[in-house]
């Protein structure tokens, strides 16, 4: 598959384990923000999303925590699985009518 | 399979040329986005379309365009090619506007190569 970002930092953790992925954002009136996965040789899937007037949401064995005044997020998977390993993006959207700035992305791997 | 298809799935062209990159969007959704993945610069969203009409703009070069037409399919085109327009060509769609509380699913993309 293709490879994306070959110099993306890297986060290592053991299967089973919690990992936690994070994301500085850059514009403070982002009031809308997503994360991504985005797996060798794919295009990139929506995993969750979450609005500024919220600082934390649930998926499914995934957490989304937003803390505005550092103007940071960050992506929390649970029970950490080898599908998991991929690249993960935030991305921020700056408000109705404006376009999405990605992060430069995460790569996760999973050991077994 | 997100649903959204985009063809070709690789482009190998030579540097001054023209080519026409084809999305077709999940069934039922109005929105279109186009985003270019290159090595060095990650993921940049280019241009995004609803129902027909240009919503939101990112950082598309003037080399390049885009619309969506009645059947609410999108072509991206990208002219003038250079060296550096060498990457992954990624279609999304989503039933609203702006994948704002709309989930955007990507197509696989199209892997463009500048010779």
């Known amino acids: 598959g293709e490879s994306v970002g070959l110099h993306l930092p890297t986060l290592s953790v053991q299967e089973g384990d919690n990992s936690i992925i994070n994301c500085a954002y850059s514009n403070s009136a982002s009031d809308y923000f997503i994360w991504y996965k985005q797996e060798s040789g794919k295009g990139p899937q929506f995993i969750i999303d979450?609005?500024?007037?919220?600082d934390k949401r649930q998926g499914q064995r995934v957490t989304v925590l937003l803390n505005k005044t550092v103007k940071h997020l960050s992506l929390q998977i649970a029970a950490t699985q080898p599908g998991d390993s991929a690249v993960y993006f935030c991305?921020?959207?700056?408000?109705?009518?404006?376009?999405?700035?990605f992060g430069p992305g995460t790569r996760l791997s999973v050991l077994p | 399979d997100s649903g959204v298809t985009q063809t070709p799935k690789h482009l190998i062209t030579a540097t001054g040329q023209r080519v026409t990159l084809r999305c077709s969007p999940r069934s039922g959704d109005l929105s279109v986005y186009w985003y270019q993945q290159s090595l060095d610069q990650g993921l940049q969203f280019l241009i995004q379309y609803y129902n027909g009409e240009e919503r939101a703009k990112g950082n598309i070069l003037e080399r390049f365009s885009a619309q969506q037409f009645p059947d609410l399919h999108s072509e991206l085109n990208l002219s003038s090619l250079e060296l550096g327009d060498s990457a992954l060509y990624f279609c999304?769609?989503?039933?609203?506007?702006?994948?704002?509380?709309?989930?955007?699913?990507f197509g696989p993309g199209t892997r463009l190569t500048v010779l």
């Open positions: 999304a769609s989503s039933a609203g506007n702006l994948g704002r509380n709309n989930e955007q699913f």
């Open positions: 991305a921020e959207n700056r408000g109705y009518g404006q376009n999405f700035v």
């Open positions: 979450i609005r500024s007037n919220m």
